[in-house]
């Protein structure tokens, strides 16, 4: 069977010209479906079984697959330079993509690069099938009859494409400790996964919670994509949520893997997010005010930076509760502040999300973008939204721990604005 590689990024990236996080693993579905259905083997270098780095399988297949598909959306830079490589080991059968708002870098105006249209969590079920369909047509036209794609090759033509002897001489077969090999199959079921796997794996047990097992597989990746954002942050997430040893532990745990993606300058809204809700879990175990303040801080950049409605409801509860804070201090200036100042953050809040409602296809994520609309309609006052929010809320068919988080916060937010007009008298 012949083969196909795909060179992209996978989960969930940020693309820093314009801020917007596109999750790549949903346009690789897209992307494998095509392939697969002009019957090629379809491969993503997270997918190659492989021990040490991914170097070796990676450019074997650069220089053997029959087809390679080269995803550059969010300019993905170890994509850019992959396919680049590629151009200058094989003269034909080179498809470029990338999402919609990719502009082309100056020395890449004269590539083809078909185009698709990402909604950030996902691409929409229309242009998924549009996207399969201009994809199994042109693989099937390129294998047909291959035709020169590469710029070296165009601008040198005589120049020879590299051969190795033996292709399958540098794969290296995956191999483990027995340690990690006890625990990886213990919870996975199977003995060499591929990154992939492990990741997709390590997500499942986040969404079902169980966070020590979503740790011990995200560390295996993270050994596979030590530099990867999404890797990191997602074990970040796995490490303080684990509460192993012991809460603090944990959490001073996932503040060591956060400094690696330098949160004190970092405009990437999930980077953000998680540097403030560990503050504000450091916050709560030692209450130093240090570390309310920090977790504020991460939130209202990671909201005014991208308009991130995720940090921009967490930072308004949190200047509620500074607030709060203030007036047992006796500090009633900053606590008026930081009250006048959560209510416009909500209206900002409410003003960015809104929109984004009539795009948003993916169950999980239209239901918290509700959740965060009804939280933010009742830290605003607003009756009538609080009553259409909580409704819609309600209708949608999601875990019940996902409803049961969304009465809990509001909860929360009841008594603690009840909390401040107690005590401002």
């Known amino acids: 069977m012949k083969t196909c590689f795909v060179v992209q990024g996978f989960g969930k990236k940020t693309d820093y010209t314009d801020g917007r996080v596109l999750d790549l693993d949903a346009s690789y579905e897209v992307i494998k479906e095509a392939v697969e259905s002009a019957e090629l083997e379809c491969v993503r270098a997270d997918e190659i079984i492989h021990s040490g780095t991914i170097d070796v399988p990676m450019y074997e297949r650069l220089l053997n697959a029959d087809l390679v598909i080269a995803d550059l959306s969010t300019y993905n830079v170890n994509a850019a330079f992959e396919l680049g490589v590629r151009y200058a080991l094989r003269p034909y059968t080179t498809i470029v993509l990338a999402e919609e708002h990719f502009k082309n870098p100056f020395d890449m105006g004269h590539i083809v690069i078909r185009r698709y249209q990402h909604l950030g969590g996902e691409v929409g079920f229309r242009e998924a099938k549009r996207l399969m369909a201009e994809l199994k047509k042109a693989i099937n036209a390129i294998l047909d009859n291959p035709v020169t794609d590469s710029p070296v090759y165009t601008y040198i033509p005589h120049l020879q494409w590299p051969l190795i002897q033996n292709p399958a001489a540098g794969q290296e077969a995956a191999s483990k400790s027995p340690a990690r090999a006890a625990a990886v199959t213990e919870i996975t079921g199977e ?5 992939k796997f492990l990741l997709d794996s390590a997500l499942e047990k986040i969404n079902a919670n169980d966070f020590m097992a979503a740790r011990i597989l995200m560390e295996e990746v993270r050994k596979l994509r030590p530099k990867d954002s999404f890797v990191l942050q997602q074990l970040a997430l796995a490490t303080y949520k684990s ?8 959490l001073q745990n996932a503040y060591k893997i956060m400094q690696e993606l330098k949160p004190a300058t970092s405009n990437n809204p999930e980077t953000l997010g998680l ?18 303040n920090e977790s504020i801080s991460a939130y209202e950049r990671g909201f005014y ?42 209206r900002d809040v409410i003003r960015y999300a809104t929109p984004l409602l009539d795009s948003m296809e993916d169950v999980s994520n239209r239901y918290w973008l509700i959740a965060t609309l009804y939280e933010a309609a009742i830290g605003v006052g607003d009756e009538a939204a609080i009553v259409n929010w909580e409704n819609k809320a309600k209708e949608m068919k999601v875990a019940d721990w996902m ?18 007009k107690d005590l401002s008298g």
């Open 275 to 292: 540097w403030g809700a560990i503050h504000k879990r450091l916050w709560e175990l030692t209450p130093d005010p240090g570390y309310l």
């Open 243 to 250: 509460k192993q040893p012991t809460d603090l532990e944990a």
């Open 191 to 195: 003995d060499n996964p591929s990154a």
């Open 305 to 346: 930076l991208k308009q991130d409605y995720y940090n921009g409801i967490n930072l308004a509860y949190l200047l509620n509760l500074r607030a709060v804070q203030s007036l047992k201090n006796g500090i009633k200036d900053e606590a008026v502040t930081d009250f006048v100042l959560a209510r416009r953050v909500r």
């Open 403 to 420: 409803q049961e988080t969304r009465i809990n916060q509001a909860d929360k937010l009841k008594k603690l604005m009840q909390e401040y």
